[in-house]
């Protein structure tokens, strides 16, 4: 039963999500097209960059708690946790924006991007010769000031929120990953490639990964909503993923 331990973590993680996707409230399975084509994106370029710090060993696997399907370095669930867990957050974000969309996309985020982008930037400063504190607070700093200044989406508010919430459920699965509650680790990490600021057993760098997986995964899903990847639009023409679609008259 231990072969599973990842694998049933991950899943439940994501069963709540999925089953009430077809709550015809909320219908988010009707935007599956976009979460879809988003994730896909989002996999390839994260799975990418899992392949190779797996190699150098930045990070690993304990054998003891997967199924022993592999590509490359990575086991089977771990391809999973790049679909599983962003569709759990994206259902969640869809949620939060039915419940106060209008309210979210008033909100100036600008001081939480500048604040949280100035810290990571200093902080990869000084760790440059951490790979994974350095790689992974260089491009969530990245990302936010392309999302604050450049694109400056409606959604950034939704966003923010969505992922303070979703620290909840991630304290949970991502402490069980790392060792909480387990005789060994699911996921271990070279030491001397993390700051070594752990909350419980997560190392504080996971908190960030998690942000930038997440925001990417809305980023890409929004796009494709307002391309039309969708059974559904959106009334007005306005990339809002937390309303409730209406059909498509032909």
Partial sequence: ?????????????????????????LR?????????????ITSILFISWDVYFTSIKVWGFNDRYVIGAFFKELPLEEILFFI???YACLFSYHCFGIWKGKEFSKFNTSRITIILSASLFVLAAVNLDRAYTAVTFI?????????????????LGQFYFTYLI????????????TGTGLAEPVVWYDA???MNVRILT???EDVFYGMLLTGLN????????KSGYSAFTIKNDQPFAGKVRTETEN
């Fill in 1 to 25: 039963m231990e072969k599973f331990t990842y694998l049933l973590v991950i899943t439940a993680g994501v069963l709540v999500p999925f089953l009430f996707s077809f709550h015809p409230r």
């Fill in 84 to 86: 599983f867990i962003p």
């Fill in 202 to 204: 997560i190392p504080v």
């Fill in 28 to 40: 988010f399975w009707n935007n599956i097209r976009s979460f879809f084509y988003g994730n896909l």
């Fill in 139 to 155: 491009l969530l700093a990245d990302f936010l000031i392309f999302l604050q200044f450049i694109t400056r989406p409606p959604w």
């Fill in 166 to 177: 979703m620290l909840i459920p991630f304290f949970i699965i991502n402490g069980i990953l």
């Fill in 192 to 194: 001397g490639e993390i």
């Fill in 218 to 225: 809305i980023f890409f899903y929004e796009y494709f909503l």
